[in-house]
């Protein structure tokens, strides 16, 4: 239901109230050797996912609800969830004698979500590692992820997953440095597929028993690790190295937006980031009607090709952005994609 809230008229039939189709939708499993993980069980998905008779019970785990039962297993969770409402906003919880941030960057630690880390006893550590660094002087991506290891990932909880303790290795920041000099330099996903393999490869040929990050897809451990998170990239074929790469284009690029842009949101609300560095790192363009779309829902490619190509549908009010009714039919007239009509009528409403 997220996106079609308030868009009843596109779930419910105007004719017949009482059907729920839209609400029932068509799901096709595609269970083929090269496109499913090789752990894979897909009998035993079906039957825990779709087997009508299963009994379901829900078990409320979330400490903030009011149902779950708080123990000595939970507690610390709960005083950690309270605290950080607290500091978010103060007052929201009455009655309360516990820690506050002392320091701005603990503050949007806690804004930005920032759970890996102990920031009532860190913050000022990490407040005096960045004190160091000059405001608007951040402009390239090695600097960039260079201080977030130092200033952050140092300071990071021991009970945090593999994920984000390998941000602790220099060649897994030097790889989020690529991804986001790719991401700068706007590179075809095509291209980038091509570039991931190739980057595999490099890694192969400095050293043939390289074992190569790919998250669920791997098939063997690292170190004292304990999940099969690695794989030989010198056992895998062309055609598996690039199902591999397209799979983990789509993960890595998920990790940057949800896992390292919080950190990167941190810095540039210090405006320890040059500006025009930050626009192209977050929007990929430093065109504010682009990037005003954008924050409207619309993907950048869609942006620039509205304001590109239909530049007479669109008009700008005080910074507010307004579409002609009549940009759907242009775009049908231009036999535009009709996924890319879709995003339009989905986040503009016209």
Same mark, same amino acid.
């Given at each position: ?158 009970? !945090? ?56 897809? !791997?098939?063997?451990?690292? !170190?004292? !690790? ?125």
């Amino acid at each position: 239901m997220v996106g079609r809230v308030n868009r009843f008229s596109e779930i419910f039939p105007t004719i017949n109230t009482s059907s729920l189709k839209k609400l029932e939708p068509e799901i096709h499993i595609v269970a083929a050797d090269g496109y499913m993980a090789t752990k894979a069980n897909i009998e035993t998905f079906l039957k825990q996912r779709v087997y009508v008779l299963k009994e379901i019970k829900d078990e409320p785990k979330n400490v903030l609800l009011e149902n779950t039962i708080i123990d000595e297993k939970n507690k610390d969770s709960l005083d950690d969830a309270v605290s950080r409402l607290e500091n978010m906003e103060n007052g929201i919880i009455p009655d309360y004698e516990s820690t506050y941030v002392s320091t701005e960057v603990g503050r949007l630690l806690i804004s930005n979500n920032v759970n890996e880390i102990d920031i009532f006893s860190k913050e000022e550590f990490i407040q005096d590692t960045l004190a160091e660094v000059e405001v608007n002087s951040i402009t390239d991506t090695n600097t960039l992820m260079s201080i977030i290891s130092e200033a952050f990932i140092t300071h990071l909880n021991e009970t !945090g997953n593999d994920e984000i303790f390998r941000l602790r290795n220099q060649p897994a920041q030097l790889f989020y440095s690529m991804m986001l000099d790719w991401k700068i330099e706007k590179v075809a996903f095509k291209q980038m597929i091509m570039m991931f393999v190739t980057y595999w490869e490099n890694l192969y040929d400095r050293d043939p028993n390289i074992q190569v990050y790919v998250g669920r897809w !791997g098939d063997e451990i690292k !170190g004292d !690790g304990f999940q099969e998170l690695y794989t030989r990239i010198s056992r895998k074929t062309r055609t598996e190295k690039i199902n591999l790469a397209i799979v983990r284009i789509k993960e890595e690029e998920d990790y940057i937006e949800y896992i390292l842009f919080r950190f990167i949101d941190v810095l540039n609300d210090l405006e320890l980031l040059d500006e025009t560095f930050y626009k192209l790192l977050k929007y990929g363009t430093t065109n504010e009607l682009v990037i005003n779309f954008i924050k409207h829902g619309l993907s950048r490619g869609v942006a620039e090709l509205i304001l590109g190509t239909y530049g007479d549908f669109v008009r700008v009010d005080s910074g507010a952005i307004n579409l002609d009714s009549s940009l759907i039919d242009a775009m049908k007239a231009q036999d535009e994609s009709i996924l890319k009509i879709f995003e339009v009528e989905m986040n503009t409403g016209v």
